[in-house]
């Protein structure tokens, strides 16, 4: 089976190139105010056949079926139909997975920056898994470990949408996960360019206007800023997801009302360019930043009050 996998890899050189963009969505946001400083610590929370939410959860959404029968929180990856050799570079999946996620899809979870990566380096820390990724998988799988094309670039980001609460003075951390969209075989060179907008969509269709000078009274800074995203197909590769840091300087005369922090793709250092181009050659990329998204890779919203 690992054969095929290696075969697979090497013949994506000899087809047809496509790009694929895709932001990870969500229905609903998470609430984010959380501090830097991960610690690789994992608790195991048993779940509680109790939560009424909890097991509405797990009767509505499609990413249940991930997971076995028997009250497992991890997901029950035997039951993919595809070569577990695909998860072998990840880590250990914490024993009280399926809890945690679905604490920060219902936006009960705020401290992301805090998350260990046993966490968001599983592809099923990304509830859209469930829906559209595991297809790749099962598809090629299922035509012998045939392709037609091939994916050079594309990114998803989660969760895009998240909320702070501020005063003029005070510091505040967003994190979100950034990490190469499923069908991706390159690795992806990439800068981040911190923005705001002066509108936005949120996800209950609600439009929300916010001011256009958020990089006048907010100093922001991102880490990391410049990176190497690696694989996601057909086997994860040890960074094919990274954890994106924004942490926001309010300054004491800051008006108050509504600022929406969000970021760009951009190329990154031409150093950085030459470096990882002669490591990976014509599997290195750099065209993640001219696909064209139909919403922004993050919108926090920074709500500034005396």
């Known amino acids: 089976m690992k054969g095929k996998i290696f075969v697979l890899?090497?013949?994506a050189m000899l087809l047809l190139v496509s790009f694929s963009g895709c932001i990870g969505n969500d229905n609903k946001p998470a609430v984010v105010d959380d501090t830097a400083g991960a610690k690789e610590t994992v608790t195991t929370v048993p779940m509680?056949?109790?939560?009424a939410a909890f097991v509405a959860f797990l009767d509505k959404y499609k990413q249940r079926r991930l997971f076995s029968t028997d009250g497992s929180s991890v997901p029950d990856r035997a039951g993919y139909r595809i070569p577990l050799e695909i998860f072998g570079n990840l880590p250990a999946v914490p024993g009280d997975f399926l809890l945690k996620t679905y604490l920060i899809k219902v936006g009960k979870f705020f401290d992301i920056g805090a998350l260990p990566e046993g966490y968001w380096k599983q592809p099923e820390f990304d509830p859209d898994f469930s829906r559209t990724?595991?297809?790749y998988w099962r598809e090629v799988k299922d035509n012998d470990y045939k392709k037609t094309h091939w994916s050079t670039s594309g990114?998803?980001?989660?969760?895009?949408?998240q909320y702070v609460s501020a005063k003029p003075g005070y510091m505040f951390n967003v994190s979100v996960i950034l990490s190469s969209d499923w069908s991706v075989e390159t690795y992806q060179g990439i800068r981040i360019k911190v923005k705001f907008l002066s509108t936005a969509t949120m996800a209950d269709g609600r439009n929300v206007n916010a001011s256009p000078e958020g990089g006048k009274y907010i100093d922001m800074k991102v880490?990391?800023?410049e990176f190497l995203l690696t694989p996601a197909?057909?086997?994860?590769?040890?960074?094919?997801?990274?954890?994106l840091t924004f942490?926001?300087?309010i300054s004491n005369d800051t008006p108050e009302g509504t600022y929406i922090l969000s970021?760009?793709?951009?190329?990154?250092?031409?150093?950085n360019s030459e470096k990882w181009f002669m490591q990976n050659l014509n599997l290195y990329s750099e065209g993640v930043q001219m696909v064209k998204i139909d919403k922004p890779y993050l919108q926090a919203f920074i709500n500034v009050r005396q």
């Open 223 to 225: 880490t990391p800023e």
């Open 263 to 271: 970021y760009d793709l951009a190329v990154p250092s031409s150093e």
């Open 155 to 161: 990114v998803r980001s989660y969760p895009y949408e």
């Open 233 to 243: 197909y057909p086997i994860f590769t040890a960074d094919w997801s990274r954890k």
């Open 48 to 51: 509680s056949a109790e939560d």
């Open 133 to 135: 990724g595991l297809r």
């Open 9 to 11: 890899w090497l013949s």
């Open 247 to 249: 942490t926001g300087n």
